[in-house]
């Protein structure tokens, strides 16, 4: 099974890693297994020239593995890069959360990093946004947090994780009787909301659910 | 699907490395993919301090990876070692044949690597073992090939190969009407090679087979 899988993007030096260095303690404390995925656009190299494994890939080795008592390490060479979600189905699928630094062009909602020191101006549209983390406030209508409150985004990921464990139901927007096409990520967040509000009204469960709001959004003008 | 698996073993200087240099691009030219695993018993650190991979595990990810155009990467930690069968399967589903160094304590048929140079005497067994590549000869019951001999190995490997993919029938072998319990690679090796002797013969296929050999073993005594 693929984990979910969130990306932080923001512009280089806005602080991503850094974040990610809190956070990940965090989740770890809240007993969450987390997975990284790096992007890395212009190639590394982890081996080094002359050690084993890198004469036997050097050789022609499609996959080369080590194996330890406290670690492994797999080094792949592929013809293309592997998307995102196919390298957390194929290689992370024993973690509960995927935390991904880069890929600012998936189409998985991303959480901002913004340092007003580094730019004040966000890479994504607001609604590629799953939430913000600067030291600046948008006009953006998902949740915003300081650069320093990793609590905050713990709490926002360790809720998303259980709303996908709840489990889905399908989940139709219409917009003046319009319907609005919803990636899967806002489907399962919109209905695991709705599932938990109606949790305590008798009668509800395992029902079509509809849910009219009228008169003016409550969220910020884009 | 897990591939075959073929551990490479014999003593450190014994020239496994030097070998599987050679022949990893010999099979990789006969249109194979090739994984290669390297045990380490001592522990490894491919990562470099300071790097962003680095810090993110040393912050508690469990999984990291990088993932270029080019290549990936991924380094997991494990409370205890992964057999050498539970990664090849987790992780090298998607090469044809799994080269292993080392795990001289696999129960796997291995190739033993034996220079006279480093050492005149086998680490392994004769019953575990699948082939001798060596500048000796020794009274084994497998095939063996002179240090050099890239090609030959490459035949036996290939032809183990093709009868992996073959399809497997269930073999039962009675020793002086005794069942000997066969290890599954063995059964293989025995039913394919079998099938190939019975491929020109009409009549045998589908059908039981009953081979027995009476008189004077043709192997070497133990």
Same mark, same amino acid.
């Given at each position: 099974m693929t984990p979910p899988i969130v990306p932080f993007v923001g512009k280089s030096g806005s602080g991503k890693t850094t974040l990610?260095?809190?956070?990940?303690?965090?989740?770890?404390?809240?007993?969450?297994?987390?997975?990284?995925?790096?992007?890395?656009?212009?190639?590394?190299?982890?081996?080094?020239?002359?050690?084993d494994t890198y004469r036997l890939r050097q050789a022609g080795a499609m996959r080369v593995a080590i194996s330890s008592p406290q670690q492994f390490a797999l080094i792949g060479q592929v013809e293309?890069?592997?998307?995102?979600?196919?390298?957390?189905?194929?290689?992370?699928g024993d973690v509960d959360l995927?935390?991904? !630094? =880069?890929?600012?062009?998936?189409?998985?909602?991303?959480?901002?990093?913004?340092?007003a020191a580094r730019s004040p101006e966000l890479l994504?549209?607001?609604?590629?946004?799953?939430?913000?983390?600067?030291?600046?406030?948008? !006009?953006?209508?998902?949740?915003?947090? =300081?650069?320093?409150?990793?609590?905050g985004v713990a709490d926002l990921l360790q809720g998303l994780l259980s709303i996908s464990k709840a489990g889905?139901?399908?989940?139709?927007?219409?917009?003046?009787?319009?319907?609005?096409?919803?990636?899967?990520f806002i489907q399962e967040m919109l209905s695991?909301?709705?599932? =938990?509000?109606?949790?305590?009204?008798?009668?509800?469960?395992?029902?079509?659910?509809d849910v009219r709001i009228t008169g003016d959004p409550p969220i910020a003008d884009k």
């Open positions: 990610l260095e809190k956070l990940i303690p965090e989740l770890v404390t809240r007993g969450l297994r987390i997975g990284l995925v790096k992007h890395d656009v212009h190639g590394f190299e982890l081996d080094q020239p002359g050690k293309e890069e592997l998307a995102l979600e196919a390298l957390a189905q194929r290689y992370l995927v935390l991904a !630094e =880069g890929y600012k062009r998936s189409q998985l909602p991303k959480i901002e990093v913004c340092r994504s549209s607001a609604d590629e946004l799953l939430a913000v983390v600067s030291d600046l406030r948008f !006009e953006v209508p998902c949740p915003q947090f =300081g650069l320093e409150d990793v609590d889905t139901l399908h989940t139709a927007l219409r917009v003046d009787g319009r319907e609005v096409p919803l990636k899967p695991g909301t709705v599932q =938990g509000l109606l949790a305590g009204l008798k009668g509800a469960q395992g029902k079509t659910i």
